[in-house]
């Protein structure tokens, strides 16, 4: 028996949803990754024939452009409150006062630019291929490659900034 549309998108919504939110939660505030994976399976919904065999990828590309998209209005809604407070911005701690391996990653991750941390989180933490977190950063092959290795060089060189020790380098080429 041939599967209905809300059949197959409910397959795919139960088999993709966990990494999805985990994509979305490591970019931004547990309320907002719940409005992007919303919104995300709601394009996905809506463009259900354009959605591939192999969706992670896909749904990780549209994510990115929601979350990208949230960050914009966010920011415009930032800017608009402080012109209209004429308040200052709070200056938040410095990479330098983190103290664990942990926190020195974090740091060197938050220094780097969000092409280049997306990169290293679709290899590193969501265990994307190469193939297929080109897919999902919008690119090809060669050029996700090549924007892997530069993103690993620039993190190894933030490391080295925050914590010279050596320990900090091996986390760079464990990734």
């Not at 809300?6 to 907002?32: D, H, I």
């Not at 959605?51 to 800017?79: I, M, T, Y």
């Not at 090549?146 to 933030?158: G, N, P, S, W």
Request: aromatic letters at 6%; a positive charge; glycine letters at 6%.
């Amino acid at each position: 028996m041939e599967q209905t549309r809300p059949q197959l998108f409910e397959e795919l919504f139960r088999k993709t949803y966990p990494a999805v939110r985990g994509y979305a939660l490591r970019r931004t505030s547990p309320e907002a990754a719940q409005d992007a994976v919303a919104e995300t399976f709601l394009v996905a919904w809506r463009r259900f024939d354009d959605v591939p065999e192999d969706a992670l990828p896909w749904l990780f590309g549209v994510a990115r452009r929601v979350l990208a998209n949230q960050r914009r209005a966010s920011g415009r809604g930032v800017a608009l409150q402080q012109r209209l407070a004429g308040a200052g911005e709070g200056r938040p701690a410095s990479p330098e006062e983190s103290v664990t391996e942990s926190d020195v990653v974090r740091a060197a991750l938050a220094r780097l630019s969000e092409r280049d941390r997306e990169a290293l989180m679709l290899v590193a933490w969501h265990g994307l291929s190469g193939k297929r977190a080109a897919r999902a950063a919008g690119c090809t092959r060669t050029a996700f490659d090549v924007r892997l290795h530069r993103a690993r060089r620039r993190l190894a060189a933030q490391l080295e900034i925050l914590d010279p020790s050596p320990v900090a380098a091996e986390a760079v080429e464990a990734s």
